[in-house]
């Protein structure tokens, strides 16, 4: 036995080649190459979940480098619970050390991105050079390594596939759980092929290391001790009986990895799974579906064209094998490459490692976990591999036509061409995922029956006033009903609701849409914070009140949740009550303006004047342009004798506008119901004409 392994090890020592001094070359090409096509990425905009996981998530956003706050990212999303935890909290901790230096300024997030996507390629490279030059592929493609490494990690790097993975800023936790990834893959093959035992083991604890990289990335590298213990078997020591039996006596250790990461998670998976209930597909729909999509997938790699390429697929369930009729053909075709994988493992198997490192790296994401069907950016870690054969297949033909040198440069421009265009259409998909309106305006084009891309679009239309045409998507939207998520048309009667409710002033229909958007998506807050502003705007203060306390005591983290609690509070004259809700708001997020106004106009029913006039001065300072700050200071500077009575009086003139000032605090009293601070307008217009015949008396 000690022959054995002695031979082993020495059996798979690599051997150098002198192409290893062009490395520099090959990091520096791949450098420029990737600056000239994500170039245009660095000013991009926040995106879809950015906001939820980064921008609003106050976990992640780091005042300092002390342990407290360090643990704090580790916990993810600031849910609605306490004492969650995170599957991704290295992840999470990128995402606060950018904040902590840079803020939500996009630049840094993308320059970080950026460097990630690299250094994966870097090691990539590195990784698929060693392997060729494994004992068993030495002979047939040792001395063309190089170029085939090269050839095959500049397709990779350069598809438009990982846009997603690197210009959407969120999905860092793709590509930091695939740099992980390919670097214990990297570390794994020097442990196995290092000469002294010291080597051997420094290279062994950076494999570990880089493998808690990307388990703290994503969950969907927990194939990593399944795809290693493959690379042993198929192009280490070789599919032979005698070599699976030795192996074999260790694969416990790859799969007790994975049990206990489950056992870690149970509760989190328990959860996941119940995320079906909002899925318009069962299990066995989504595993009937994945075929279809694996298929797609791989000819997306292969011909990557723009209009292909978009964020959100729309693509058919499979209710059942002929439903719709390439369900059958797909699943044929995928159950047929592993079947011959497998049996190739002897004679090819670094084609036949390739094929199966592909399908087992989608199996996470891609079978019973009842996720979104299709993502681009679930292909950063399967496709690593995936242009290699075509990289030797490549190398091959040149070589093959060495006799002809005109021939093969024909073919090597070929190829250069080829990349060239994938390059070009992965800056022009950079040029599109950058900005978030031209995003879903290209996936509304793409995926005109999908209903998420029209309420995303819609928003942009709202907050640039063209309300139109915001009511026209999210009517289309609802009448759709059409996503992968059952939530989403709630989510599109919501937004209708708020048009009714701000723009078109029909309390009635916009009362209904909020109902609709509950009986669709069940305690969804904003709809239920709309519903409440609905019955305050009524006057109907008990019914709001009652509404919000029903959902509140769920939802104590929400911001927008508590200050509604405290409104309300506020209206039925509970003003202690109101100020607990406003200052649990601020202890969640101190610079929002509202609960300051909250905290002010409950200061001044408790005659608390000078308590009241520093919360609205705070709300005004955070909102230079509330009218209501202004007028509620003009009261209360008129009631302690404040000199800068005469100064806010004057600002009130400069808000109004060209608008008289009596209809400017009329339209302002409109809303009286629905604002902590409700305008009189009789009041107020006196108290601003005395300061301002102050003014001009004192001017005479």
Known sequence: MMMIGTERVTSTRVEEHPGRCNVPFAVLSLLVMLLIIYGNSFSGEWHFDDYHNIVENRNVHLQGLSWPEIRKTFSGIADETEGGHSTRPLAYLSFGLNYLFGGTEVFGYHVVNFVIHFVAAVFLFLFICRTLRLPLLRDRCGDKAYGIALLATFFWATSPLQVNAVTYIVQRMASLAGLGYVMALYFYVRTRTAEEGKARWGFALLCAAASLLAFGSKENAAMLPISILLYDILLVQGATWENLSQLLKYAWIPLAVILCVVFSFSEYLAGIFQTYEVRPFTMLERLLTSPRILIFYITLLLYPIPSRLTLLHDIDISRSLFDPWTTFPALLAVALMIAVAIPAARKRPLLSYCALFFFLNHLIEGTIIPLELIFEHRNYIPSMLFFVP??????????????????????????????????????????????????????????????????????????????????????????????????????????????????????????????????????????????????????????????????????????????????????????????????????????????????????????????????????????????RAHLALVELYDLIRDPALNRMAARCLVSKGAAPLDEWLAALAGNNMVSAYEVNPRMLGRMIRREIGRDLTRGR
Not at 421 to 440: P, Y
Not at 486 to 506: P, T
Not at 519 to 542: M, Q, S, W
């Open 390 to 627: 075509v990289a030797v297949l490549m190398v091959r033909c040149l070589d093959y036509f060495s006799y002809n040198r005109g021939f093969q440069v024909f073919m090597a421009a070929g190829f250069a061409m080829l990349l060239a265009f994938q390059g070009h259409t992965t800056f022009e998909r950079n040029a599109v995922v950058s900005s978030d309106l031209h995003l879903w305006l290209d996936n509304v084009r793409k995926a005109p029956g999908l209903c998420r891309p029209r309420i995303n679009l819609a928003r942009h239309y709202y907050e640039a006033g063209m309300y139109e045409q915001a009511y026209v998507e999210l009517k289309t939207a609802e009448e759709l009903n059409r996503d992968t998520n059952l939530r989403q048309i709630g989510i599109a009667s919501y937004n209708l609701g708020v048009y009714y409710l701000d723009q078109a002033k029909d309390i009635d229909r916009a009362e209904q849409r909020f109902l609709k958007a509950l009986e669709r998506f069940p305690d969804y807050p904003p709809a239920i914070i709309g519903l409440t502003t609905v019955h305050l705007k009524r006057g109907d203060i008990e019914k709001a009140l009652v509404l919000i306390q029903e959902h509140a005591p769920r939802h104590r983290n929400n911001v927008e949740m508590i200050n509604c609690y405290g409104m309300a509070l506020l209206k039925k004259g509970e003003a202690q009550d109101a100020l607990k809700a406003a200052a649990w708001s601020m202890k969640l997020k101190w610079n929002d303006p509202q609960a300051w106004e909250i905290s002010g106009e409950a200061w001044r029913k408790l005659g608390q004047w000078q308590k009241a006039a520093q919360c609205w001065e705070e709300a005004l300072r955070m909102n230079p342009t509330n009218p």
